[in-house]
C-alpha cells in the first residue's frame, strides 16, 4: 500500500480532528437537552471509525485502489482551467460576469483548449449573449456589472 | 367529492387558467434547466410574475413553475450531470450513463413517462385520500425521521461500489453540513469566526462543484478523445424490453414518491434516493445500477414527481409545506390574502379543487411538450463537448451566483469543483457526499429532538411502534453488507485454494 492510497482516509481523520478541535467551546449536553457539540462528536467518531476501517481494508488488500493519474498535459489543462475558473471568480466583482466570463470562454476556447478562432469566437458570444438574456434581461437576476454591461 | 373536482376541473379549464397553467411549467421547465436553479428557487424568482393575478390562477401557474421545474432538472442531469435539485441526483448518475452510451433520449422519455403516470397517480391520491394518509404522515415524529434519515445514510453505503468509501463520503457530506450555526440553538459552530462560513455551506455549491464543474475537469483530461455523443432517431423512442423493464419502477417510484412527500419536511430528495434503492433491490440486474440503468432512472424521477404533487397534501389540508417549493406556495397564498391551515379546504374549496385539476392538466402538458421535444434536448449533446465544457463551467458559475446573490457561492463552488475531482481520482463515490448533505439537517435535528423528548433515554427508538420498525431495518442496514461481505470474501479464497 502506498502512502497517497492512504490520503482518503488521513483526510477523513484531519477533519475528525478538526471537529473536535473546532466545537471545544461548545456543550454536549445543556441540562436534558443535547447541546450543539452531541452530533458534530458522534460524526467525529463515526468519521474516524471509517476513516480506520478503510485505512485497514486498504492495509490488508480488501479495497483496491485504482489511481488515475493525469498525464503531464492534460494535468497542465487542468490547471490551467482551474486557474482561469479562479480568475474568473476574482475578476467578476472587478468588472461584471459578462465581461469576466467572455473572457473566460475566450481563454479557454483559445489559449488553453486551442480550438481555431471564428468557432470559439462565436461560442463565446452566445453564451455571454444567452446568459445576459436569461439570467438579466428575463430573470431580473442583478448580475454585478461595475462597467455598465 | 367528485362535485367538488369537476368544479375544480371547471377552474382550471377556464381559458385563462389553462394559459397560465402551460405558461408556469414553461418557465419551470426553463428555469429548471438552468445547473443549480432547482423548482423552489425557480419559484422564488418567478413568484413577482404571478401578483397582478387572481389568487386561484396564480397558485395554478406556480404549482406549474413546482412540477416544470422537477422535470426541467432532469434535463441538466441527464445531459451534462448536474442536478438542478438533491432529488436529481440519482438522474445524474444514471441518465448521464445513458446519455453516453447515446441512450439520453431514451433516459429523457422514461423521465417524462414516469413523472407524468406517477404525476397523475399522485394528484388522483391527494384528491381520494388527502385527510387519511394527512394523518398518517402526522404519525411520524423526531425519532421516526432521524431514524429515516439514518436508514438513508446507511443505504447510500449500498449504491454500489465500496460500502466503505461510499460510507466515508457520506460521513464527509454530514461533516460539511456541520459548518455554520447550530439548527436548535444558533451558536455559531465550525465556522472559526469567518463571515462566509458562518452562513453554512449550501446545497447548490456543493453539488454544482462536485457533480458540474469535478466531471468536466475530469474530462478535460482526455478531451482529445471525447466525441459528440450520437443520439439517433430510433434511440429516442423505448424498447419494449425497456417498457417491461419500467413498468412496475414506475409504479414503486410513484408509490414511494408519494408516501415520502406526505410527510412534512422528508421531501423528493429522499423520495428519489429511496425509490432508487429499493428499484436496485427488485432489479433483475443491479449491476447496472450506476452506470446507466433506464429502471434507475424511472424509479428516482417517478418518485420526485410523485413526492412533489404528493407534498400538496399536508400542505392542503393541515398548512404545513412538505418542501421548500410547497412552502413557497404557501407563501402565494398568504401574500394573495389566503389563510392557509385546516380551513383552507372548506373555505377556500374552489381554490383548493381547482389546483388539484391543474395539477392533472399541467402533467398533460408537461408530456406532450416534453415526448416530442425529447430529441431536440438530446441533440445538444452533438455539439463538440471542446465547446461544450467551457460553457458548462461558465454557466454553472453563474447559476451559482444567481442561487444566493453572493460571489462566496462562486468560490465554494470552485472548492467543491476540486473535492469532486480529488474524489474521481481517488475513487471515491460523489453522490452520497451530496444526498448526506441534504439528510444532515433533518437527521441532527430530529436526533436531538428526539432526545429532548425522552429525557436524554435512547430508549424511545424502541418504544414508539414505527420507530423500533425502522430501527430494525436500521440494524438490518448495517448488518447484511457486513455479512455479505464476510461471505464473499470466503467465496473468494475458496476459488483461490481451489485454482491451487
Redesign the interface.
Known amino acids: 500500500m502506498r502512502l497517497v492510497e492512504a ?3 488521513l483526510f ?1 481523520l484531519v ?2 480532528g ?2 473536535v478541535f ?2 471545544a467551546g ?1 456543550n454536549h ?2 441540562g ?5 457539540r ?3 462528536t458522534i ?1 467525529a467518531i ?2 474516524s471509525a ?2 480506520l ?2 485505512l485497514w ?1 486498504q492495509w490488508r488488500g ?2 483496491s ?7 503531464r498535459e ?2 497542465f ?2 490547471g490551467t ?2 486557474a482561469a ?2 480568475a ?2 476574482v475578476f ?2 472587478l468588472v461584471g ?1 459578462i465581461p469576466a ?1 467572455a473572457a ?2 475566450a481563454v ?2 483559445l489559449a488553453i ?1 486551442r ?1 481555431r478562432p471564428l ?2 469566437l462565436a ?1 463565446t458570444v452566445i ?1 455571454s449573449g ?2 445576459k438574456l ?2 438579466i434581461h428575463w ?6 456589472m461595475p462597467l455598465g454591461f | 367529492m367528485i362535485d367538488q373536482l369537476l368544479l375544480g376541473f371547471a377552474t382550471a379549464l377556464e381559458p385563462q387558467n389553462l394559459l397560465f397553467i402551460l405558461l408556469g411549467v414553461l418557465l419551470g421547465q ?2 429548471g434547466a ?1 445547473p443549480g436553479l432547482g423548482p423552489s428557487a425557480g419559484m422564488a ?2 413568484l413577482p410574475l404571478t401578483f397582478g393575478l387572481e389568487p386561484v390562477t396564480a397558485v395554478m401557474m406556480l404549482a406549474g413553475i413546482m412540477y416544470g421545474g422537477q422535470y426541467g432538472g432532469t434535463l441538466t442531469s441527464v445531459l451534462i450531470a448536474v442536478p438542478g435539485e438533491a432529488s436529481g441526483v440519482m438522474t445524474a448518475v444514471d441518465g448521464n450513463a445513458m446519455a453516453r452510451q447515446g441512450r439520453a433520449g431514451a433516459a429523457l422519455s422514461i423521465s417524462a413517462i414516469g413523472s407524468f403516470l406517477a404525476g397523475i397517480g399522485a394528484v388522483t391520491a391527494v384528491a381520494l385520500l388527502a385527510p387519511p394518509l394527512a394523518s398518517f404522515g402526522l404519525k411520524f415524529n423526531a425519532p421516526e425521521y432521524f431514524l429515516l434519515a439514518l436508514l438513508g445514510v446507511l443505504a447510500i453505503g449500498s449504491l454500489g461500489g ?1 460500502p ?2 461510499s ?2 463520503a457520506a ?2 457530506g ?2 460539511i453540513a ?1 459548518i455554520g450555526v ?1 439548527p ?2 444558533g ?1 455559531p ?2 465556522s ?1 469566526d469567518q463571515p462566509l462560513l458562518m452562513k453554512g455551506i449550501d446545497f447548490i455549491p456543493v453539488v454544482i462543484g462536485v457533480f458540474g ?1 469535478a466531471e ?2 475530469a474530462s ?4 482529445e478523445s471525447v466525441k459528440p455523443i450520437r443520439t439517433r432517431l430510433r434511440d429516442m423512442w423505448l424498447t419494449s424490453n425497456d417498457w417491461a423493464v419500467c413498468r412496475l419502477s414506475i409504479v414503486r417510484g410513484g408509490v414511494i414518491g408519494l408516501f415520502v412527500g406526505i410527510m412534512p419536511g422528508a421531501g423528493a430528495s429522499i423520495a428519489s434516493l429511496l425509490a432508487y434503492l429499493t428499484e436496485r433491490k427488485f432489479s433483475r440486474s443491479p449491476e447496472t445500477f450506476g452506470k446507466g440503468a433506464i429502471d434507475g432512472v424511472a424509479a428516482a424521477e417517478s418518485a420526485n414527481n410523485a413526492a412533489s404533487h404528493g407534498a400538496a397534501i399536508p400542505m392542503l389540508s393541515l398548512g404545513i409545506p412538505g418542501s421548500a417549493s410547497t412552502a413557497i406556495l404557501l407563501a402565494a397564498l398568504i401574500l394573495h390574502g389566503i389563510r392557509p391551515g385546516p380551513q383552507l379546504m372548506t373555505q377556500e374549496s374552489a381554490l383548493v379543487w381547482g389546483l388539484i385539476a391543474s395539477m392533472f392538466v399541467g402533467n398533460v402538458f408537461l408530456l406532450i411538450l416534453n415526448l416530442p421535444l425529447a430529441p431536440v434536448f438530446a441533440a445538444l449533446l452533438r455539439i463538440p463537448y ?2 461544450l ?3 458548462i ?3 454553472s ?2 447559476g451559482a ?2 442561487a444566493t ?1 453572493d ?1 462566496s457561492t ?2 465554494m463552488s ?1 472548492v467543491f ?2 473535492l469532486g ?1 480529488a474524489m474521481i ?4 463515490p460523489r453522490p452520497p457526499l451530496v444526498l448526506a448533505l441534504v439528510l444532515a439537517s433533518l ?2 435535528t430530529s ?2 429532538q428526539a ?2 423528548l425522552s ?2 433515554s435512547p430508549m424511545i427508538f424502541l418504544e414508539r411502534p414505527i420507530s423500533a420498525l425502522l430501527l430494525c431495518a436500521v440494524a438490518l442496514a448495517i448488518v447484511l453488507p457486513v455479512l455479505t461481505a464476510i461471505r464473499q ?1 470466503r467465496f473468494a479464497e475458496r476459488m483461490k485454494r481451489g485454482a491451487r
Request: aromatic share 12%; glycine share 6%; proline share 7%.
Open positions: 490520503i482518503p482516509a477523513m477533519l475528525a478538526i471537529i473546532g466545537t461548545l449536553w445543556d436534558i437537552t443535547p447541546g450543539a452531541f452530533f458534530p460524526l463515526a468519521g471509517v476513516a476501517v478503510l481494508a480488501f479495497e485502489v485504482i489511481l488515475h493519474f493525469p498525464t492534460a494535468a489543462r487542468v482551467t482551474v475558473l479562479v474568473l471568480a467578476t466583482p460576469f466570463l473566460f470562454m479557454m476556447l483548449l480550438q468557432p470559439s461560442a453564451v444567452f446568459v436569461v439570467f430573470l431580473s437576476v442583478p448580475l454585478p | 426553463i428555469v438552468l424568482l418567478l465500496s466503505i468509501k460510507l466515508a460521513v464527509l454530514l461533516m456541520l447550530d436548535l440553538t451558536t459552530r465550525l472559526f464543474i468536466v475537469l478535460l483530461e482526455r478531451i471542446v465547446y465544457a467551457p460553457s463551467l461558465g454557466i458559475l453563474v451566483y444567481a446573490l460571489i462562486v468560490w470552485l469543483g476540486l475531482y481520482k481517488f475513487g471515491i437527521m441532527e436526533l436531538r432526545l429532548l429525557f436524554g470474501r
